[in-house]
């Protein structure tokens, strides 16, 4: 059974920082593009950052955020530096068969497996 299960999401002050990790079980972790995508309320997904063992940053956060990876653990983790209030989202650890930026819309579906989500929410 394929699980991808999010962890490290939170209240946090602007300029703070949090670690947000993803345990995967039941999938070959290193088969596949392992990427975080967020969605902030009332906007579509944005994919934030993507590893296929080099990282890839959208604008909006390069710089500020790193992906890394324990194969070991199977687990992946984004650290979050410098948080915005834009960076306000829901964040979703997902695997996918290519990178995000050669998929045609970007959504759900396109990518193989998805986690449930861990909220991130920036606020003083």
Do not use: H
């Amino acid at each position: 059974q394929v699980q991808l299960v999010e962890s490290g999401g939170g209240l946090v002050q602007p300029g703070g920082s949090l670690r947000l990790s993803c345990a995967a079980s039941g999938f070959t972790f290193s088969s596949y593009w392992m990427c975080w995508v967020r969605q902030a309320p009332g906007k579509g997904l944005e994919w934030v950052s993507a590893s296929g063992g080099i990282p890839y940053y959208a604008d909006s956060v390069k710089g500020r955020f790193t992906i890394s990876s324990d194969s070991a653990k199977n687990t992946l983790y984004l650290q979050m530096n410098s948080l915005k209030p834009e960076d306000t989202a829901m964040y979703y650890c997902a695997a996918a068969v290519v990178p995000p930026w050669r998929m045609t819309s970007g959504e759900k579906y396109e990518y193989t497996y998805w986690g449930q989500g861990t909220q991130v929410t920036v606020s003083s």
